[in-house]
């Protein structure tokens, strides 16, 4: 038996005897990546239409990001908030010129910004429009995805992140994603905030209506009422803007982005505001230990310039287009919807013809790494430096292995 397969089979079960068991991965053992590509202890190459959710958009191993992280290391790489450091400001800086807003607070892992934008909303709803003590509630979109903290699944729609984890947190209102009548009708005094992704992403990438987020800032605008958007995975280039709320020419009240901000290397994200929200902060009142720390600060600000200086914004919507056209292209019997937006397509299954994991599991026998999402989807989403020919490979790829699913 050849002794890399040997090493493959033992790291699975190695990580199966002593990892809990709340994910299951591809049998893929990967070892290396450079751009979109990935490398197996093997030494079997993978194309990546997956780039971690969002958060490898600018491709594995980028040169002027590693070397970002590597010479920040060199000189300090955490302090904490209680200290001013030189790299902060300047990240920050660019991240309100880019985004419109006036300030931002920054956090690790995206669910801790979705957190954040949940306590500013509250204390805003109580302080700046007046609602009575402990009334203030949210409202959120059924099928949404922002995270995995206990408050956060607690508004979320899908059992399977709910059982088992209650009590919840109350304060939380539902409305049907893409529908402004169901909005309105779930908005009341006590609404202080309305929290949606632009674009649902683990709900399947489901793309709301055109015309739908303009609807939702006049409503906000009407009652009073702020408009947060959830951009970790459409943020930054994703969709082929630099904001997914940018196709629509509206404003949110507040903004989260995270994945793509670490470049690939850390966890970086941001809440980022108005300064009517963020003027609820006071010292004291929020914090984060690894929040704005200076490595994190330093890769973050070249992953924006590495997203500006090489066109990626631009590139995510050309090659986008080409994706989505060659999958709705697709005639075949297995496939109900091709949908997205940018270099971010899901692919909906017909399950009662196949199984969307065995699809993605055919998928990594030759070489393109995917995931699927609620058990018909496929989700799309290469690094945005991805090359033309590396696109069109792993599409012809996934036609093939569907050709072989049709027999």
Same mark, same amino acid.
């Given at each position: 038996?050849? @002794?890399?397969?040997?090493l493959a089979?033992?790291?699975?079960?190695?990580?199966?005897?002593v990892a809990a068991?709340?994910?299951?991965p591809?049998?893929?053992?990967?070892?290396?990546g450079?751009?979109? $590509?990935?490398t197996?202890?093997?030494g079997k190459?993978?194309?990546d239409?997956m780039s971690?959710?969002?958060?490898?958009?600018h491709?594995?191993a980028?040169?002027?990001?590693?070397?970002?992280?590597?010479?920040?290391?060199?000189r300090?790489?955490?302090?904490?908030?209680?200290?001013?450091? #030189?790299?902060l400001?300047?990240f920050?800086?660019?991240l309100?010129?880019l985004?419109g807003?006036?300030?931002?607070?920054?956090?690790?892992?995206g669910?801790?910004?979705?957190e954040t934008a949940?306590?500013?909303?509250r204390?805003w709803?109580y302080r700046?429009?007046?609602?009575?003590?402990?009334?203030?509630?949210?409202?959120?979109a059924r099928?949404?995805?922002?995270?995995r903290?206990?408050?956060?699944i607690g508004?979320?729609t899908?059992?399977a992140?709910?059982?088992?984890?209650g009590p919840?947190?109350?304060?939380?209102?539902?409305f049907e994603?893409?529908?402004a009548?169901?909005?309105a009708?779930a908005?009341?005094?006590?609404?202080?905030?309305?929290?949606?992704?632009?674009?649902?992403?683990?709900?399947?990438?489901?793309?709301?209506p055109?015309?739908?987020l303009?609807?939702?800032?006049?409503?906000?605008d009407?009652?009073?009422?702020?408009?947060?958007?959830?951009?970790i995975?459409?943020?930054l280039?994703?969709t082929?803007?630099?904001?997914?709320?940018?196709?629509?020419? @509206?404003?949110?009240d507040?903004?989260?982005?995270?994945k793509?901000?670490g470049g690939?290397?850390?966890?970086?994200s941001?809440f980022v505001a108005?300064?009517?929200?963020?003027s609820?902060? #006071?010292?004291?009142?929020?914090g984060s230990?690894?929040g704005?720390?200076p490595l994190?600060a330093a890769?973050a600000?070249?992953?924006?310039q590495?997203?500006?200086?090489?066109?990626l914004v631009?590139r995510s919507a050309?090659?986008?287009?080409?994706?989505?056209q060659?999958l709705?292209a697709?005639?075949s019997?297995?496939?109900?919807a091709?949908?997205?937006?940018g270099? $971010?397509v899901?692919?909906?299954?017909?399950?009662?013809?196949v199984?969307?994991r065995?699809?993605?599991?055919?998928m990594?026998?030759?070489g393109?790494?995917?995931?699927?999402t609620?058990?018909?989807v496929?989700?799309?989403?290469p690094?945005?430096t991805?090359?033309?020919?590396?696109?069109?490979y792993g599409?012809?790829?996934?036609?093939?292995v569907?050709?072989?699913?049709?027999?």
């Amino acid at each position: 038996m050849d @002794i890399r397969r040997t090493l493959a089979t033992e790291a699975i079960a190695r990580e199966a005897a002593v990892a809990a068991h709340n994910y299951h991965p591809l049998p893929v053992v990967l070892q290396s990546g450079r751009g979109e $590509w990935l490398t197996d202890v093997d030494g079997k190459r993978y194309l990546d239409m997956m780039s971690a959710y969002s958060a490898v958009s600018h491709g594995h191993a980028h040169p002027r990001l590693v070397r970002a992280l590597t010479e920040q290391a060199q000189r300090v790489s955490v302090t904490s908030r209680a200290y001013h450091t #030189d790299t902060l400001a300047p990240f920050l800086e660019k991240l309100v010129q880019l985004t419109g807003l006036d300030r931002a607070l920054p956090a690790s892992g995206g669910a801790e910004s979705v957190e954040t934008a949940i306590k500013a909303a509250r204390r805003w709803g109580y302080r700046i429009k007046g609602i009575a003590k402990d009334r203030a509630e949210i409202v959120v979109a059924r099928g949404n995805f922002h995270g995995r903290t206990t408050t956060i699944i607690g508004f979320s729609t899908e059992a399977a992140y709910r059982d088992g984890f209650g009590p919840f947190t109350p304060g939380f209102r539902h409305f049907e994603f893409g529908d402004a009548d169901s909005l309105a009708a779930a908005i009341d005094d006590n609404t202080c905030a309305v929290l949606i992704e632009p674009i649902q992403g683990e709900a399947g990438i489901i793309v709301p209506p055109d015309g739908f987020l303009r609807a939702a800032r006049r409503l906000c605008d009407e009652r009073k009422v702020l408009l947060i958007l959830d951009e970790i995975q459409s943020g930054l280039g994703r969709t082929g803007r630099w904001f997914a709320f940018q196709h629509e020419g @509206i404003r949110p009240d507040g903004l989260i982005l995270g994945k793509a901000l670490g470049g690939g290397l850390l966890p970086v994200s941001c809440f980022v505001a108005t300064e009517e929200l963020m003027s609820v902060f #006071d010292p004291g009142s929020h914090g984060s230990t690894f929040g704005g720390n200076p490595l994190a600060a330093a890769v973050a600000l070249e992953a924006l310039q590495v997203i500006e200086d090489e066109g990626l914004v631009v590139r995510s919507a050309v090659l986008g287009a080409h994706l989505l056209q060659r999958l709705q292209a697709v005639d075949s019997p297995l496939i109900r919807a091709a949908r997205g937006r940018g270099l $971010w397509v899901g692919v909906d299954l017909d399950p009662a013809r196949v199984s969307a994991r065995a699809v993605v599991e055919r998928m990594a026998e030759h070489g393109v790494l995917s995931k699927e999402t609620h058990d018909t989807v496929i989700r799309f989403a290469p690094p945005l430096t991805i090359a033309r020919a590396s696109l069109d490979y792993g599409i012809d790829v996934f036609v093939e292995v569907l050709r072989r699913f049709e027999r």
